[in-house]
């Protein structure tokens, strides 16, 4: 398994070591090892079930099992988000009113938005209404938090499945073209550009693109705001500046994780062999390095989605895109709660479920993860 | 250590760092005007009597730039001491007692990872009271997580050790084994991971600001001035950009020495014999 940096955002979840977990099956609430001694007769008719399945469909179970972990986690770390907010100091009716606020005004404002009641109940109903997409009122505009989601996601993934789009195929090509020309002038230019390009700020490159290409040549529109009358082509305009910042921030991570990627398969024995035997350079890539390289590849493109998912954040607030992730940002300076909590939740569970696909794709591609001893 | 054998681009990195400190610890010196003085019109150009010219307030950007180092670096560095000190302790704990206590703070690193760093952020600072302290502990917490995940790998890797063992044997206690065994050991690769968490608390911080979380105004930061200057990009005025090449540059120079630090520990085992 390739180290990913401590720079990506991602979690680098490595799917052997997890396979192999005892608590990935647990947390998941699938009895892998059901215990004998609780209940025998229930634990063992599902045990041999289960055990059944995982034997004849390994990779079924297996996939069925990481959904499982998804979810559970997804559980955990809502519990975390509304949990953890309760647990930590601050409140926002002192906080709204300011210091000199009188116990009887503090004391409404906490009742209007139902800060008096234990906050386990406040957990559930909260939960119960994120699962049905209902999530509650903001605060500060008091409009549905529901709504405004439910618009401004669809603006943020639009946004980033064009980056999506455009970085992916340039990062796997120019991570290639550095192997082929492996420790030689165009692999050392591209090593120095990507090293300089990881420590780039988001926000620096967008304000650069700006002043370049909207505000010197004037070729490009900032701010980039979309709205619903637009045409699509009108959208892809105007979006171009904020792809193309979000492409350049991905870009230089994905390829020096491609590159490594496939530099690790490139050096192997087989690939040593099949020089040796005297291959086509086109033969030895598309028969033996190709079908070993496509797994480690296809996650490292999961894990630069998920942070693409993140990286949105800050290119939405410098091209003032209304999506998710400026809508969080003026949520959090007003301190307007459920706006807060909602979009933390969105972002985490697009943020679990990549690196989940980024888990599963690397079951598939690489068989050997299907068996772990 | 030879002096020769360290590449250039390692020296560009050093000599990088070394300006950034030198502003950050004799800025009062250095700098032509006060940090929070207004000295002339809004957003004048550079050149003449201010050197990068003014900002949206009438400052002069160029002192702001040199006070922005000391507020910049001081937090960034402040978060990083205390993560790596953090997450090094208790992966440490965890590698060496083993068992539950190694499950439950894996296991909760886990579930700490499971939500992006900013998104994370953002959540926990909508709640805190903005003070320095605080943003320091919020982006050490955070960051610790991945310092936890490496020193664990690591740690493990010696406490199988023959002379771990050998101390065991000998009656040690735990404290004895982290830190006159394992430390010791594992410093080195360790020190690499430090640099590269330090320029990620830059990045981490200047964006942190650049949203309005992060160090407040009127205090100068190099985040915070590009969110004070931004409105003027649309005017041709390139204030918000200067810094935010100050960031990227500190970063691309933090990068340029961690690189050479983990080549060096990659390819000579125990490299650290003649450091």
Redesign the interface.
Known sequence: MMES???T?P?PTDGTADATHP?SAELSGVPAKPNPAANPANSEIGGTLWRRFTFRRPLAALILQRLGLSVG?LF??SL??FG??EA???DFAT?YLGQSATPQAVENIRKDLGLDKPWTERYLSWLGGAVQGDFGTSWASKNSVGEQISRRLGNSLFLAFFAALVSVPLAVGLGMLAVQFRNRLPDKIIN?VS??A???????VG??L??FFA??YGIAT?PATVYDSMSVTERLSAIALPVATLVLVVLAHMMRMTRAAILNVMSSAYVETAELKGLSMFRIIARHAAPNAVAPVINVIALNL?YL??GV??VE??FVYPGMGQY??D???V?D?PV??A??LI??AF??FL?MAADILAIIANPRLRHPR | MNLRSIPF?AWIGIAGIAIAIFCAVFAPVIAPFGERDVVGDIWLPAGGDFLLGTDNLGRDLLSRLIYGARTTIMVALAATVLSFSLGMLLSFTAAVVGGFTD?LFS?FN??M????????A????????QHLWILILVMAVLDST?VFR?GRAVALDVAVMEFVEAARLRGEGSLWIIFREILPNTLSPLLA?CG??F??SI?FL??LS????GIQPPAADW?GM?KDN?DG????I?A??IP??A??TL??C???VV?WLMKRTSSLKGGRGDA
């Open positions: 940096g401590p720079l955002g979690v608590r986690l955990a770390v975390m988000i953890g907010i930590l100091p601050g906080t120095v090293l300089a990881i420590s780039l700020p988001e926000f620096f304000y650069l700006i002043m505000v010197q900032f998920a998912v993140v954040v800050v607030v410098v969080m940002v949520a959090v300076t301190r709660m807060v909590q979009c933390g972002f985490a943020y679990i690196n | 681009s499950q296991r886990d579930l990872m499971a939500i992006p760093t900013l998104i994370f953002l959540v926990v600072l909508a709640v805190l009271p991945r490496i991971e590269l968490r320029a990620f990045l200047s964006t650049f949203l309005g979380l985040g590009v931004k990009i649309i005017f041709g390139s918000a950009l935010g090449a960031i990227a970063a691309i933090v990068n340029l690189d």
